[in-house]
């Protein structure tokens, strides 16, 4: 059974920190990278940030960037957000995304966490 459970959310003051983690099963989590999207009430689906499965290669949103800070360990099949200086726009659902590309491009996996909950407000 694949899943993907995010956690770490909460109701947090602007500036505030939160650290979010998704811990993953059911699957070969190393093979995969790792990406963070949010959804605000009424919005689309926002991506913030991605991690790759070989190098550990980071990458953020304009938005999030120098705020947010995304790590995996693979020896625990999870990743993590680390959020600081939390401002009201980024109350959403935050989810974790699992991706996998074969190499002949024919094949792809791709799973999705249930979310969780981030309120910044005062």
């Known amino acids: 059974q694949v899943q993907l459970v995010e956690s770490g959310g909460g109701l947090v003051q602007p500036g505030g920190s939160l650290r979010l983690s998704c811990a993953a099963s059911g699957f070969t989590f190393s093979f995969y990278a790792m990406t963070w999207v949010r959804q605000a009430p009424g919005k689309g689906l926002e991506w913030i940030s991605g991690?790759?499965?070989?190098?550990?290669?980071?990458t953020y949103a304009d938005s999030v960037k120098g705020r947010f800070t995304i790590s995996r360990d693979n020896a625990k099949n999870t990743v993590y957000l680390q959020m600081n200086s939390l401002k009201p726009e980024d109350t959403a659902g935050y989810y974790c995304?699992?991706?996998?590309?074969?190499?002949?491009?024919?094949?792809?996996?791709?799973?999705w966490g249930q979310g969780t909950q981030v309120t910044v407000s005062s």
């Open positions: 995304n699992a991706k996998w590309q074969g190499s002949s491009l024919v094949v792809s996996r791709n799973y």
């Open positions: 991690i790759t499965n070989g190098d550990g290669i980071t």
